[in-house]
């Protein structure tokens, strides 16, 4: 769907925006969310200027999908974001639940400024309203694997993003 030379001169773009956008920030605490984000927070971050430091978070839900209030913490951050402006990094926005739980932990917390940046964006799949500051790629309900995003674990190491077919549901279709 999405070619690897795409990707990384999205990801520049992406790098450039943000660094300008920070532009004079004390120290920026970049968050990844596990494991989907790894690849792109390490690509994203290589290219950007501004003092940060990098941490990651780790969540999961409860069943199959995401939906309201079953989002639990598997993994949380080891700094303190008290005062201090928050880059949240997530590979794939879908129904919003995910990086609404984390966005509002992070403001309960005391973070001073916090900011989303994702290199997705299933946005006709939007349960809850998340305000993506930095978008990579708009796409539709399509499951899609690779740059870190997998399907059952596989498939996160393709350095460009692919659909899963399901042949059951073209069947059904
Ligand atoms: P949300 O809470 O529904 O927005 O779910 C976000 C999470 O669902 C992502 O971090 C991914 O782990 C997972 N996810 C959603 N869509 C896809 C997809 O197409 N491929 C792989 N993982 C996905």
Redesign the pocket.
């Known amino acids: 769907m999405i070619e690897a030379g795409a990707i990384e001169r999205r990801v520049a773009e992406l790098a450039a925006e943000i660094d300008r956008d920070y532009a004079g920030s004390e120290g920026l605490v970049v968050i990844g969310?596990l494991k989907?984000?790894v690849f792109f927070v390490t690509e994203l971050t290589k290219r950007m200027t501004v003092p940060l430091t990098i941490d990651f978070f780790q969540t999961s839900?409860y069943g199959s999908?995401?939906s309201a209030g079953e989002?639990r913490i598997k993994r949380d951050i080891d700094l303190s974001v008290r005062g201090r402006d928050v880059l949240l990094v997530?590979?794939?926005?879908?129904?919003?639940?995910?990086?609404r739980t984390i966005l509002d932990l992070f403001r309960f917390r005391g973070a001073r400024s916090v900011r989303l940046c994702a290199l997705l964006d299933?946005h006709e799949?939007r349960?809850v309203d998340v305000p993506i500051d930095y978008c990579g790629f708009r796409i539709g309900r399509?499951?899609?694997?690779g740059y870190g995003?997998?399907?059952s674990e596989r498939y996160r190491n393709l350095p460009y993003i692919a659909v899963?077919e399901f042949p059951d549901e073209e069947q059904s279709s």
């Open positions: 969310v989907g984000a839900s999908g995401t989002v997530e590979d794939i926005v879908d129904t919003g639940w995910t990086l299933k799949a349960e399509e499951f899609v694997v995003l997998d399907f899963v």
